[in-house]
């Protein structure tokens, strides 16, 4: 968080993999900076993960702040981030690989 803007959110978990309750602490911390309202609906497009598409209590956060949640199709990423599939991909392997040496 070095360096991040104020008011900024961040977690991780020990395996990488994105978790219902970082996913909804992340949801609210959204909601409360955008502010989205009946007259201010917000869309919010995530990744297909359960984390982000089956947490009942995320979708009922959304419902009552005007949050509509749609989420990417499966093995879709390619075609929607392609930079994330062919560069990005290989500059995260590298890092991970000097991270585990270090």
Same mark, same amino acid.
């Given at each position: 968080m070095? %360096?991040?803007?104020a %008011?900024?959110?961040a977690a991780c978990h020990p395996n990488r993999w994105m978790q219902t309750d970082i996913f909804t602490k992340g949801f609210d911390h959204f909601?409360?900076?955008?502010?989205? #309202?009946?007259?201010?609906?917000?869309?919010?497009i995530v990744g297909c993960h359960y984390s982000?598409?089956?947490t009942l209590d995320v979708v009922d956060k959304?419902?009552?702040? #005007?949050?509509?949640?749609? #989420?990417?199709?499966s093995h879709s990423k390619q075609k929607i981030q392609p930079l994330d599939v062919g #560069?990005?991909?290989s500059l995260k392997r590298?890092?991970?690989?000097?991270?585990?040496?270090?």
């Open positions: 070095d %360096g991040a803007t %008011g900024s959110f909601v409360h900076f955008i502010k989205p #309202s009946t007259d201010d609906p917000v869309l919010l982000n598409t089956k959304a419902r009552g702040h #005007s949050v509509a949640i749609d #989420s990417l199709p #560069s990005i991909k590298i890092m991970h690989k000097n991270l585990k040496r270090g």
